[in-house]
């Protein structure tokens, strides 16, 4: 089955700039989760739903960042205005069909605020 | 709540010698933990996973784990390293809430030299 597809994988733009990530998770499983990855830090979770509901987000900054899922299915994470200290790599992923707590991850867009 | 802490930010091992990545838990029931690994630019991949059957946990690539509850550890060993070893390892425990939310280590930098 196809992964966890991520894009843009690069971005670079400058503080008070936009910017929107896409992800297109494994069909059919219904968890999706966005994690951010600062450089020398383990992945920390910013949201998660289960369909297209949100059921965690206490680590999400509301003020500048935003998270959809339509459908149930794809999900776009955006951050408006980012900050420098929003220089990271977001990471999508989906549980496994059994909730073994397996995640599947995707490539991750790595973003750069100048 | 539960935790992880990853003892070594970087651990460097020659070709052919065994690698020792430490973790120690903090969790007030019986946890759910992981092993994940990050090659450069990569997705995380699972590695390995304990859930309560046997202490002893073979993963892929010939990595394995001992859960000692007395000691609150979740070491990850390979008896002798290769060169695609190289990597970014993550230790991460399972939370007991209904959502099962996972707390990621710091992370571990693995080089291997020839």
């Known amino acids: 089955e196809a992964g966890v597809a991520q894009s843009p994988r690069y971005k670079i733009i400058e503080k008070r700039q936009s910017v929107a990530f896409w992800c297109n998770p494994i069909?059919?499983?219904?968890?999706l989760y966005w994690y951010q990855q600062i450089l020398g830090q383990g992945p920390k979770l910013l949201i998660q739903?289960?369909?297209?509901?949100?059921?965690?987000d206490s680590q999400l900054p509301k003020d500048r960042f935003s998270a959809e899922r339509l459908k149930g299915v794809d999900s776009t994470l955006k951050i408006q205005p980012a900050k420098l200290e929003d220089s990271a790599v977001y990471l999508c992923a989906n549980s496994g069909l059994e909730n073994t707590g397996e995640l599947f991850f995707g490539e991750g867009s790595r973003l750069t605020v100048l | 709540a539960q935790s992880v802490t990853q003892l070594d930010s970087h651990v460097s091992v020659s070709e052919g010698t065994p690698v020792l990545l430490r973790c120690n838990y903090s969790?007030?029931?019986?946890?759910?933990l992981f092993w994940y690994v990050q090659h450069p630019n990569k997705g995380l991949q699972l590695l390995l996973k304990?859930?309560?059957?046997?202490?002893l946990v073979k993963g892929i690539n010939g990595f394995e784990a001992e859960f000692k509850k007395s000691e609150t550890s979740f070491h990850l060993t390979k008896p002798s390293a290769h060169m695609s070893d190289a990597a970014e390892y993550f230790c991460v425990v399972r939370g007991t809430d209904s959502w099962g939310k996972l707390q990621f280590g710091a992370g571990t930098q693995v080089v291997v030299t020839p």
């Open positions: 739903f289960q369909n297209n509901g949100v059921v965690d």
């Open positions: 969790s007030s029931y019986s946890p759910s």
């Open positions: 069909s059919g499983h219904a968890t």
């Open positions: 304990y859930t309560s059957a046997a202490t």
